[in-house]
Every structure is written in C-alpha cells, then in structure tokens.
C-alpha cells in the first residue's frame, strides 16, 4: 500500500494550494482518512479528517479556511486551504485508516508529506 501526496509549494500569505493523496495497492476497503502537519520544532498535529460517509473534523485553527474532501471511486483525499497564513507552514502528512485484501484488521498508513511554505 502506497500514499502518495502531492500539491504543496511556496505562496503567498492570503494565497490557495490544493492537496491532493492517492492511496493504491491491495486495499480492500478506506475508513478514515486524513490530513496531519508538522512545523518546524513542533510535534506533528491533526488538521482534518473525513470519513467514508464524509463526516469530516477540522482543528480550530484551520476551521472555516480547509476543507477536506475525498473520492471514494479513486481512493483520493484532497485538502483544499485557502486564505492561507505563515503559521500553516509545515509538511503536510496524508493518512488513511484501511483495510488491505486478506486481513480482518484496519491499520494506519502515512504518506511521504509535502512542504507548504507561506511568506508573508
């Protein structure tokens, strides 16, 4: 099972960027998935997350500018950020809590993270 994220870079504060993670492999099934970051010097925390049935969770912080929207059809977690500020600058972690073929369990998967860097 591979999670690969894509769509960080470098904008401006106020600025847009759209997060997109694909997971592939032997999945049999996704539950959760979701969107952590980490500044620099800081621990790693929760940004949002969203069900199969797309119930979806945010921190205060990134409330009301993120939106986290997956396709079920393409195994796809997308986190959409807009009116960004300095302080979400951090990498971007993608998760999925799955089910791969063969097993009764579901377990957690990382993606490889992706910088987003926003200058004031």
């Known amino acids: 099972v591979q999670l690969q994220a894509s769509g960080g870079g470098l904008v401006q504060a106020g600025g847009s960027l759209r997060l997109s993670c694909a997971a592939s492999?032997?999945?049999?099934?996704?539950?959760?998935m979701g969107w952590y970051r980490q500044a620099p010097g800081k621990q790693r925390e929760l940004v949002a997350t969203?069900?199969?049935?797309?119930?979806?969770n945010y921190a205060y912080s990134v409330m009301g500018r993120f939106a986290i929207i997956r396709d079920n059809a393409k195994n796809t977690v997308y986190l959409q950020m807009n009116s960004l500020k300095p302080e979400d600058t951090a990498v971007y972690y993608c998760t999925a809590d799955l089910r791969q073929v063969g097993s009764i369990f579901d377990r957690t998967h990382w993606g490889q993270g992706t910088l987003v860097t926003v200058s004031s």
């Open positions: 969203i069900t199969r049935g797309s119930i979806t």
């Open positions: 492999g032997n999945i049999a099934s996704i539950n959760v």
